[in-house]
């Protein structure tokens, strides 16, 4: 914009365009104050140089047979099928709840909206506890599912996957509810004036709208449960090709092959830098 | 008027979709409206509409008179405290919004953003049952219509906003609905798309067969698309009738601000009017008690000495309290002895040397008022 004053008659031609934006960056460069720049500065250090130090002490060398060796790809392969289970699950019943939490209005939503986010403050070990008390073996439920089902949730790969959905499934709701609340709810009232049922309204009308939301859930939660150890290895154990998550590997591999242990943390580093990669456009552009 | 037309008939033989409910017809047909809406203990609309199929129906009131909170009624989208609500003879009081035979156009048309201009159109024959596409065919005669055959597959943001206009009437006309609500339909618009969008809009609203409603608070807009005005002020009716009689005979100081009048309440003894706001109005008309007087500020002349000579039978010392420019006239408003709107060239406000706070003396003369019973 402020290239034609300058350049007069002239400013068509297309090389004045990036002289702005770039003139008006510089500009915005300031001297930051000793008192701030120094914590940040060793903030940031301190982010970085446990990354920098997993990087140095890799065993470069021996990096491709740690990471073909069948146990990682056991333990890799079943993180990745649960933490995908997970995210699905949380999908289904998380955004039917997001919704009710966005749309409708009931007695007592504040203390369910509070209740729903408890997980992402709860240590993940009393989750895994609370899951224990409820769906183990003499679980409230669980000892009906064992009774009349013969089902047996704890110390199973669905036990894995029911854990990591507990913790996980918060980030999703929580997510889509703001996406939710963000979107014009006059669009489901327009649907509906043109004869679709509320659920049609939600299915062919605010499910596409809040889409950029549930796909950013989606990856936080699935990160989150790709993570996820305390109530995993409290609720499912930690049966390697069973339960053992590649965190589970790599907190066992420390005590016995630290050298495994690195390459593993290596493996999640690579995947939890891909997230971000995927969230980019949502966290790392401010304003 | 045209009369009115057909829908367009959907292509391949399909039959048009229909709403759900099944009137149970006892011979009376159009609007048939009491709407009582009580949201709030400070807010209480209460309204009754009535209208005959092909007529068009404005609402017409200041920003919160209820206007758009009626339409929400109709629409079923604010439910009513109390009142009935028939539509060809059907009872659409308890009928949810989806089943209701109405068509709503938004004020910011709300079109949905993820679909086409063809799907937005089609969704509703879609959601009445139509295949996807019968859906889509019966979309394209409705664009076609509408002169919009070239933007069938743009997004609603490459839309103009006149475009996005006739896609969201589009919509709205083709579930075929026996009652057309239209929200400040043409708010949205920039002055110059306006007047052409109003021109179009009016020619469809013609032509459509059933009620139509729509809420403004434009007054050019309520007497270019409607046949009858109602005026809605605190939630009730203060007002209705025919444009032109609502334009002559405005009965509040909203109305005769909109149309342009100076208006005043009095008791009328023969042709002196004794106003309630003090002195005596000479009228034309002879009549007896209760009486408005009303008199356009192009009537008023102002002078800057006590009038000599003048014919005119009204005269009033006033003072300025503010002045505008309204096109290439400019708008005086006075107080005094009578506080009124007075309308005059630029040239002649030079040379009254008008500012805020002159002394003026108006006149008017008793030919150019008009009186009627209140």
């Given at each position: 914009m402020t290239g034609p004053d300058r350049t007069g008659p002239t400013a068509a031609t297309p090389k004045t365009g990036p002289d702005g934006p770039r003139r008006r960056r510089r500009r915005a460069r300031r001297a930051a104050p000793l008192p701030l720049l120094l914590p940040a500065l060793v903030g940031l250090a301190f982010l970085l140089l446990p990354l920098t130090a997993l990087l140095v002490r890799a065993p470069w060398s021996s990096l491709p047979e740690q990471l073909t060796s069948a146990g990682v790809w056991q333990a890799l392969r079943l993180s990745l099928v649960c933490a995908t289970a997970a995210t699905a699950l949380s999908l289904v019943i998380g955004v039917p709840l997001a919704w009710l939490l966005a749309r409708t209005d009931f007695p007592g939503r504040g203390l369910v909206r509070a209740l729903v986010a408890l997980p992402l403050v709860l240590p993940p070990v009393v989750g895994g506890v609370a899951l224990l008390l409820a769906l183990g073996r003499n679980g409230i439920v669980g000892q009906w599912l064992d009774a009349w089902f013969g089902i047996t949730l704890p110390f199973t790969t669905a036990g894995v996957i029911l854990a990591e959905t507990f913790v996980a499934m918060p980030f999703l709701v929580i997510s889509v509810e703001g996406t939710l609340r963000a979107a014009d709810p006059r669009y489901e009232e327009a649907a509906t004036t043109l004869g679709a049922s509320r659920f049609t309204a939600f299915r062919r009308v605010t499910l596409p709208l809040i889409a950029p939301g549930i796909a950013a859930g989606s990856v936080l939660a699935w990160a989150r449960a790709l993570g996820e150890f305390g109530a995993t290895i409290t609720f499912?154990?930690?049966?390697?090709?069973?339960?053992?998550t590649m965190p589970l590997a790599v907190y066992l591999a420390l005590q016995n092959d630290p050298a495994a242990a690195i390459a593993l943390s290596l493996v999640l580093l690579t995947v939890s830098i891909a997230v971000l990669a995927a969230l980019r456009d949502r966290w790392m552009t401010t304003t | 008027m045209t009369p009115p037309q057909e829908p367009p008939a959907p292509a391949d033989g399909a039959k048009p979709p229909q709403g759900p409910p099944a009137p149970d017809n006892d011979g009376r047909t159009g609007l048939d409206a009491h709407l009582v809406v009580a949201p709030t203990p400070t807010f209480h609309l209460d309204i009754t509409l009535t209208a005959t199929p092909g007529d068009v129906l404005a609402l017409l009131g200041p920003n919160g008179a209820g206007k758009t909170t009626a339409l929400r009624a109709l629409a079923g989208l604010t439910p009513l405290t109390t009142g009935h609500l028939h539509l060809d003879g059907t009872d659409l009081l308890h009928t949810p919004p989806e089943h209701r035979p109405v068509g709503v156009v938004f004020q910011d048309y709300l079109l949905f953003p993820h679909l086409t201009a063809l799907d937005n159109v089609a969704f509703g024959p879609r959601c009445q049952g139509a295949t996807k596409s019968e859906a889509r065919a019966h979309a394209r005669d409705w664009l076609d219509r509408m002169g919009l055959a070239d933007h069938t597959t743009a997004k609603p943001r490459h839309l103009s906003g006149g475009q996005a206009q006739r896609v969201a009437l589009a919509r709205a006309l083709a579930t075929h609905p026996r009652l057309l609500l239209l929200d400040e339909p043409l708010a949205a618009l920039d002055a110059r798309t306006r007047l052409e969008v109003r021109a179009q809009l009016r020619r469809h609203l013609a032509e459509f067969e059933a009620v139509a409603v729509l809420v403004t608070h434009d007054p050019l807009d309520a007497m270019v698309l409607a046949d009858r005005l109602v005026v809605i002020e605190h939630g009730r009716i203060v007002q209705e009738g025919t444009p032109a009689d609502i334009a002559r005979h405005p009965r509040t100081d909203y109305i005769a601000q909109l149309v342009g009048l100076n208006l005043y309440k009095g008791r009328a003894d023969g042709h002196t009017v004794r106003l309630d706001a003090g002195p005596a109005i000479t009228t034309t008309e002879d009549l007896t008690g209760q009486v408005f007087v009303a008199f356009p500020p192009s009537a008023v002349t102002l002078h800057r000495d006590r009038p000599t000579g003048s014919s005119a039978r009204n005269l009033w010392r006033c003072e300025v309290a503010g002045l505008e420019t309204h096109g290439d006239q400019i708008r005086a408003d006075l107080t005094g002895e009578l506080p009124l709107a007075a309308d005059l060239t630029t040239v002649a406000a030079a040379e009254l040397d008008l500012h805020p706070g002159a002394p003026v003396w108006a006149t008017v003369k008793a030919t150019q008022t008009h009186a009627y019973p209140a």
């Open positions: 499912a154990g930690n049966f390697p090709g069973r339960t053992q | -």
